[in-house]
């Protein structure tokens, strides 16, 4: 005989799932390394346009662990007019020039990209199309906390934030 309550969870049973599972995601979601909480990521900040190209700039996650040691950043930029449009060079030879800084507006690292040998190549982008370059950072003993990244020279590229915790 199969007991009634069979394949049925009991009222306290359902009530210590329901705390533990309460507790489970109010600790994902809270705390960082040794125990610290995350702070709140500011909105990233949109580039305004520079003639037909507007700009952008991300790292490749969101939050970090401390102690992280790369950080990748991509920026983009996309031809928003509606004829076709010159690239940025500086995307194709050496890459962007960039800034970190943390939340008290201290840089804590400035990319100045190296001086090459670029050919007079411009790449024509569509209206709508994209091209984009990726920067890799080795990233410092960071501390815990929020961090952006902006261009250190040139066009606007909007400034992005990432967390440490």
């Known amino acids: 005989m199969i007991p009634a309550t069979a394949g ?3 009222p306290f049973e359902m009530r210590l799932l329901i705390a533990a599972g309460i ?5 994902c979601g809270s705390a960082g390394s040794a125990g610290q909480p ?3 990521r500011s909105a990233d900040r949109a580039a305004a346009p520079t003639g037909c190209l ?3 700039i991300a790292p490749d996650a969101r939050s970090y662990p401390t102690g992280v040691s790369r950080i990748s950043f991509t920026v983009t930029a996309t031809n928003v007019s509606t004829q076709s449009c010159g ?3 500086s995307l194709l030879c050496g890459g962007p020039s960039l800034t970190v800084v943390d939340a008290a507006g ?6 100045k990209p190296p001086v090459v040998a670029c050919p007079m190549l411009i790449r ?3 209206p709508g199309e994209s091209m984009s370059a990726k920067v890799d950072w080795q990233a410092p003993n960071l501390s815990t906390g929020a961090y952006s990244v902006l261009s250190a020279t040139g066009p606007d590229l909007g400034r992005s934030y990432f967390l440490v915790c």
């Open 8 to 10: 049925f969870v009991k």
């Open 23 to 27: 507790v489970f995601l109010t600790a």
């Open 38 to 40: 995350c702070p709140p």
């Open 54 to 56: 507007a700009y952008s």
């Open 87 to 89: 690239g940025p060079s």
């Open 106 to 111: 201290h840089a804590v690292w400035t990319r």
């Open 124 to 126: 024509l982008l569509q």
